[in-house]
């Protein structure tokens, strides 16, 4: 499975951006799909997943209420609408794909084995 990350940029604080994430390659058995950033001298973390249908959807504390994940799996595509955007949001973002089911398991990063290339987004204040 190969995974290919767009929509970057540089914006504004409080302003949106939408990041996609593309999959191709052998995507029948991908389930669970994921984002999670990476600041500058800190660890990758956690941001959003969602499950193969779409029905669940998990959020880490920081971007509750202002991003939200959703999919599009005729299209292998999964999406993340940032809206309210702070400064601290800026970082590299990469899109993950896996095929466990185990919701418990859907924030830990080393449970995923497929890895996009990152997009940067940067906030200005």
């Known amino acids: 499975v190969q995974l290919q990350a767009f929509g970057g940029g540089l914006v504004q604080a409080g302003t949106s951006l939408r990041l996609s994430c593309v999959a191709s390659?052998?995507?029948?058995?991908?389930?669970?799909m994921g984002w999670f950033r990476q600041a500058p001298g800190k660890e990758r973390e956690f941001v959003a997943a969602?499950?193969?249908?779409?029905?669940?959807?998990y959020y880490s504390d920081s971007v509750e209420g202002r991003f939200t994940i959703s999919r599009d799996n005729p299209k292998n595509t999964v999406y993340l609408q940032m809206n309210s955007l702070k400064p601290e949001d800026t970082a590299v973002y990469y899109c993950?794909?896996?095929?466990?089911?185990?919701?418990?398991?859907?924030?830990?990063?080393?449970?995923?084995?497929?890895w996009g290339q990152g997009t940067q987004v940067t906030v200005s204040s």
């Open positions: 993950a794909a896996d095929g466990d089911i185990r919701p418990e398991t859907i924030r830990t990063m080393r449970t995923y084995h497929y």
């Open positions: 390659g052998r995507t029948v058995g991908v389930y669970r």
């Open positions: 969602i499950s193969r249908t779409g029905s669940r959807t």
